[in-house]
Structure formats: structure tokens, C-alpha cells
């Protein structure tokens, strides 16, 4: 019998699921080498827009997931978290340090 979420787990659970989705629709050729076919019509939108909308949805996902109680999570949700920050402030440092302009040099 599948394990039903508490309260907080399942607010990690929505959180996580809308930062992959919008992780992966402003990152379509990842989307595509993960098997995600949804924006295969898309590239990466290299504007200053595209950069800005990139930067509000981690720091959107920072800033929600630094409201949760960790201490009331599952180890499963804790852990959910602690993948959503590192990528999220992963990002976060490449779009500081534009490392997109590496983006024409990359060998995929």
C-alpha cells in the first residue's frame, strides 16, 4: 500500500513538481535529453527576459522552500529539498556569472 503524504510532504511534493516543470520548459534540450518531449519545439531563450524569467523561478523555488519546517518533513521530503536548493542555487550561480556565453562553445 503506497505511503500517503502528510501536510508539509505533500507541499514538497507540489513545489518539486512545479520547479522540474518549469525547470524544464526554460531548459528544453535537457527536457529532450531526459526523454521529456513536451518542448521539443523550444531552445533556451538566451534574451535578457529569458535570463530574468530563469533567475525568478529558482529564486521562486528559494524563497518557497526556505518557508518550509524541514523539521516536520520526511526524510524523502527533506531530501526533495535538498535537491530543489542545490539545483536552484546552482543556476543561480550560472546566471550570475553568465555562463551562458559559454553556451556556443558547448559540445552538445
Not at 525547470?23 to 527536457?31: G, K, S, T
Not at 535578457?48 to 520526511?74: F, Q, V, Y
Amino acid at each position: 500500500m503506497p505511503r500517503t503524504l502528510g501536510g508539509q510532504d505533500l507541499l514538497v511534493r507540489r513545489l518539486v513538481d512545479r520547479y522540474w516543470d518549469q525547470y524544464l520548459e526554460i531548459e528544453p534540450l535537457f527536457a529532450t535529453q531526459v526523454g521529456d518531449e513536451r518542448f521539443d519545439h523550444l531552445l533556451r531563450d538566451p534574451s535578457p527576459d529569458g535570463l530574468a524569467r530563469r533567475e525568478s523561478i529558482h529564486r521562486g523555488a528559494l524563497t518557497e522552500l526556505a518557508r518550509m519546517e524541514r523539521a516536520a518533513l520526511s526524510q524523502e521530503g527533506r531530501r526533495a529539498l535538498d535537491l530543489v536548493e542545490a539545483l536552484a542555487g546552482k543556476e543561480l550561480a550560472a546566471i550570475r556569472f553568465r555562463f551562458d556565453r559559454f553556451d556556443a562553445s558547448d559540445h552538445m
